[in-house]
T-cell receptor
Framework: DQQVKQNSPSLSVQEGRISILNCDYTNSMFDYFLWYKKYPAEGPTFLISISSIKDKNEDGRFTVFLNKSAKHLSLHIVPSQPGDSAVYFCAASAYTSGTYKYIFGTGTRLKVLA | GAGVSQSPRYKVAKRGQDVALRCDPISGHVSLFWYQQALGQGPEFLTYFQNEAQLDKSGLPSDRFFAERPEGSVSTLKIQRTQQEDSAVYLC???????????????FGSGTRLTVV
């Protein structure tokens, strides 16, 4: 049972345009969400987060939107740059066993075309 | 150190061999996590430590997998009698989070790629 789903395994976008990456979750107890970016042969690096008390969080070119009723979040990158080409994972967590344990989606490979 | 350090970066093991993977977390991070990432998949939770206490090992796939963090800093993930299905990238992450409402996310290491032949 996959609690966090990224249904698009890949996405290609032209440089300068908007990239929209989507993520759905099933567990209504999740209250904190993160996006991670991963380059080949490196560990995932933190990109942006949002807590369940918000519906939007912005950081420069990156904006994350959360729709709790639909159990859906999305990451918008505007404008997209070739250096954004990577695999993007969304992750969701709830407080359990003394910490926030993150459940990851399967990732979306973004390719930004110059 | 400045980041989470994992060693070795790559490990090739013959089926049946025991392996030990090391993680050196960020100094002061009380929470330490091990994840397994198979090819084309997202990271999957294996186990979690708060200081030296292993509070959650629900993700360990079998009793061949064992993790420890005896002094609350460096952690070792040991896999006994490796099988081909153990081939994956093993990621270690640490976090400063200490309680509810203190959610700072994880800092991941670069991972150890284990190939069992």
């Amino acid at each position: 049972d996959q609690q966090v789903k990224q249904n698009s395994p890949s996405l290609s976008v032209q440089e300068g345009r908007i990239s929209i990456l989507n993520c759905d979750y099933t567990n209504s107890m999740f209250d904190y969400f993160l996006w991670y970016k991963k380059y080949p042969a490196e560990g995932p690096t933190f990109l942006i987060s949002i807590s369940s008390i918000k519906d939007k969080n912005e950081d420069g070119r990156f904006t994350v939107f959360l729709n709790k009723s639909a159990k859906h979040l999305s990451l918008h990158i505007v404008p997209s740059q070739p250096g954004d080409s990577a695999v993007y994972f969304c992750a969701a967590s709830a407080y359990t066993s003394g910490t926030y344990k993150y459940i990851f989606g399967t990732g979306t490979r973004l390719k930004v075309l110059a | 150190g400045a980041g989470v350090s994992q060693s070795p970066r790559y490990k090739v093991a013959k089926r049946g061999q025991d392996v030990a993977l090391r993680c050196d977390p960020i100094s002061g991070h009380v929470s330490l996590f091990w994840y397994q990432q198979a090819l084309g998949q997202g990271p999957e939770f294996l186990t979690y430590f708060q200081n030296e206490a292993q509070l959650d090992k629900s993700g360990l796939p079998s009793d061949r997998f064992f993790a420890e963090r005896p002094e609350g800093s460096v952690s070792t993930l040991k896999i006994q009698r490796t099988q081909q299905e153990d081939s994956a990238v093993y990621l270690c992450a640490s976090s400063f989070s200490r309680g509810p409402g203190q959610n700072y996310g994880y800092t991941f290491g670069s991972g150890t790629r284990l190939t069992v032949v």
